[in-house]
């Protein structure tokens, strides 16, 4: 049995990955996270208090992350400004969170000489065409689009560095688009559910021709406990499910499911730079670890995520307002 620090674990994934652990583990786990206005502690309730801490701070402290290093056995790192919107209007804390705070993050890596995870995304790549048959693999050249994109670029390149330069026992994965419970009403499948809910027409960005490649984040959450089991120091890990669709299908699904008309949206304004296509080939992870993924059937996945959405609503409610406001003041 070991004990986890899991930073971020009040965001989405990360407490996807925190419920993951404890159901399919021994574990203990810390979690550390700023609760911004992505962290939620009602994501972590229910679980045992003997196995479950959460510290509210800051992965920039660099007192605080030290005093957690020494305590740990392993750490995975999840925190992270995550929203593209948000980094095309304010990049400022994707820079102080994904760079220096993942520079804070290795440096008590290496001074404690502790295992680290980094999680990262697809979107380091950039983008593919819609009709190119390639996909991203571990060697494609980073390409990074947005704000936010860059700096999971920036910080990645950190964590290469401080394995080569400083010995530091790393591994990174880049995974494709998540969906499934405790994901903020930010996101582009959490808004069309809770839109539906409350009688707001789903908002499509441009013509809604942009692909995504979907995973369940409980499929993300098993391949990180593997790459963490079993992967090679340095390695890069590429983490997807062979799901993509186009975010109008995804509209359509999601009205569909729902009772409603599969063409009750409405097409608005297009995100600045907004990437064409993510495909992830994830044979490395597959066929070096043998990880597989369970959650087959998308449709199943997001019926059962519609499900979540309507029963939790008091998870969400708070921030769906204000949400829309950003939105609207976009013309999104
Ligand atoms: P999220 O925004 O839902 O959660 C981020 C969490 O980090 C929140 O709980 C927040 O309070 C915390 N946090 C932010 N700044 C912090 C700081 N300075 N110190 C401590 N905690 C801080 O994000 P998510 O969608 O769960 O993404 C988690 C990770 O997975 C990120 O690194 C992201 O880049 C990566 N990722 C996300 C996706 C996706 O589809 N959402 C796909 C691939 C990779
Ligand atoms: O209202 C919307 N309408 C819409 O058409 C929103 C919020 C989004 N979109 C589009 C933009 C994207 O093509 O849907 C797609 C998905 O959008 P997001 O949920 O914002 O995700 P994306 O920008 O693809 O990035 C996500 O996947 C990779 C996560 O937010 C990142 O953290 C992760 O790295």
Known sequence: ???LLVTGGAGFIGSNFVHHVVATTDHRVTVLDALTYAGNRASLAGLPEDRVRLVHGDITDAPLVDELFAEVDAVV????????????????PFLDTNIIGTYT?????????????HISTDEVYGDLELDDPARFTESTPYNPSSPYSSTKAGSDLLVRAWV?????????????NNYGPFQHVEKFIPRQITN??????PKLYGAGENVRDWIHADDHSSAVLTILERGTIGETYLIGADGERNNKEVVELILELMGQERDAYDHV??????????????TKLRSELGWS??????????????????????WWAAAKDKTEAFYAAKGQ
């Not at 993050?105 to 995870?117: G, M, P, Q, V």
């Not at 993924?293 to 029963?311: C, K, M």
């Open 1 to 3: 049995m070991s004990h």
């Open 77 to 92: 790192h999840y925190a992270a400004e995550s929203h593209n919107d948000n980094s095309l209007h304010d990049p400022r």
């Open 105 to 117: 993050l290795l440096e008590a890596a290496r001074k404690h000489t502790r295992r680290f995870h």
């Open 164 to 176: 080569r330069s400083f010995g530091v026992q790393a591994t990174i994965s880049n995974c494709s």
């Open 196 to 201: 539906v809910i409350r009688g707001i027409r």
């Open 269 to 282: 304004t297009d995100r600045a730079g907004h990437d064409l296509r993510y495909a992830i080939d994830s």
């Open 293 to 314: 993924p369970s959650y087959g059937d998308f449709e199943s996945g997001l019926r059962a995520t519609i499900g979540w959405y309507v029963e939790n609503e008091n």
